[in-house]
Nanobody, 129 residues
Framework: QLQLVESGGGLVQPGGSLRLSCAASGFTLDYYAIGWFRQAPGQEREGVSCISSSGGSTNYADSVKGRFTISRDNAKNTVYLQMNSLKPDDTAIYYC??????????????????????WGQGTQVTVSS
């Protein structure tokens, strides 16, 4: 079965940190650009951070620049999102998505120029005191 599985969400106090993981099952992520997206209640889904298949191109939403870092470990078939200095506004369900293609930049992935090939089921992140 081909799927993406997110993990690492939870409840954290403002200023705290979490690391989300996105693991692929049934296929290799080597040829895929990966994106982290989030959706808060009543809001549209937005691109948070994305990375090209090689890791050479990344993109961040303005709201998370300097606080979040995306990385990938193709040997482990996993992409990570390190989230520091979390704020209540970061509360949302976080999804990872994969689009096949070596020419997809981080910016293009986050813009969802084309529908991703795979979506994960999402992981809840709640930032609250």
């Amino acid at each position: 079965q081909l799927q993406l599985v997110e993990s690492g969400g939870g409840l954290v106090q403002p200023g705290g940190s979490l690391r989300l993981s996105c693991a692929a099952s049934g296929f290799t992520l080597d040829y895929y650009a990966i994106g982290w997206f989030r959706q808060a209640p009543g809001q549209e889904r937005e691109g948070v951070s994305c990375i090209s298949s090689s890791g050479g191109s990344t993109n961040y939403a303005d709201s998370v620049k300097g606080r979040f870092t995306i990385s990938r470990d193709n040997a482990k078939n996993t992409v990570y999102l390190q989230m520091n200095s979390l704020k209540p506004d970061d509360t949302a369900i976080y999804y990872c998505a994969a689009s096949r293609g070596r020419g997809i930049s981080g910016q293009r992935m986050c813009a969802m120029s084309s529908p991703p090939d795979y979506w994960g089921q999402g992981t809840q992140v709640t930032v609250s005191s």
